[in-house]
Every structure is written in structure tokens, then in C-alpha cells.
């Protein structure tokens, strides 16, 4: 059974850094990407960041809000994507889930379907 489970939120101030984990199980990463999104109270999911598989040449994309502030990683051996967060500011604050979907080839997108989600974790950014 394919699943993917977060890890690593918390409660930082604002200019901190954080790192949450998206381990796969069921699956690996050389063929489904991992993508990023975060759910803040009262807005919309947001994309964040997503990586394409290994065989689809592991492209990587990210929204204009986190660019130069997060950097998405993938440790194979691990079967896991990382989700480094810097700078971050109190909007950024919400539930951070991460979602996985068969990717042989093609870069991956926001909109893609993405078939397998996490229960989410909760980054708080507040001083």
C-alpha cells in the first residue's frame, strides 16, 4: 500500500529554519514524484514545491512565494523528500501535507493529480 507520512513541523520564530520529511513506504522515488502544499486557516491549498521522479530527470519546481527561501531534497536510500524551510515568515504558518504520484516521465506541476496524501503537520510561525 502506497503512503506517505510527514514529519518535522512545530512552532518557530519568524526568521527561522525548519525541515519537514515526507517518507514514502509502499512505493519508491525513482518513478512518482513528491510534491509539497500547505493549508493555511481560511485559504486555499497551496503548492509549494515538487520534485519529478529520478527517471523523469528529477526536475524541480517551487511557487514564487517560497523561492529562494525552501529547498525540496531527496535522500533514496531513505525513500524520503525533504522540505527545507528558511526565513519563514508568520504566513507561512499552516498545515504542510505532501503527496506522491506515479511519474515515469515529464516534469511535475501543482495541478497534476496527485493520488497519495499524508495526515499533514503543523508549522506554526509566531514569536
Known amino acids: 500500500q502506497k503512503q506517505v507520512v510527514e514529519s518535522g513541523g512545530g512552532l518557530v520564530q519568524p526568521g527561522g529554519s525548519l525541515r519537514l520529511s515526507c517518507a514514502a513506504s509502499?512505493?519508491?522515488?525513482?518513478?512518482?514524484?513528491i510534491a509539497w502544499f500547505r493549508q493555511a486557516p481560511g485559504k486555499e491549498r497551496q503548492g509549494l514545491s515538487c520534485?519529478?521522479?529520478?527517471?523523469?530527470?528529477?526536475?524541480?519546481l517551487y511557487a514564487d512565494t517560497v523561492k529562494d527561501r525552501f529547498t525540496i531534497s531527496r535522500d533514496v536510500a531513505k525513500n524520503t523528500v525533504y522540505l527545507q524551510m528558511g526565513d519563514l515568515k508568520p504566513e507561512d504558518g499552516g498545515i504542510y501535507y505532501c503527496?506522491?504520484?506515479?511519474?515515469?516521465?515529464?516534469?511535475?506541476?501543482?495541478?497534476?493529480?496527485?493520488?497519495?496524501w499524508g495526515q499533514g503537520t503543523q508549522v506554526t510561525v509566531s514569536s
Open positions: 503527496a506522491a504520484r506515479r511519474n515515469a516521465f515529464g516534469p511535475c506541476e501543482f495541478s497534476d493529480r496527485w493520488d497519495n
Open positions: 509502499g512505493f519508491t522515488l525513482d518513478y512518482h514524484a
Open positions: 520534485i519529478s521522479s529520478m527517471s523523469s530527470g528529477s526536475n524541480i
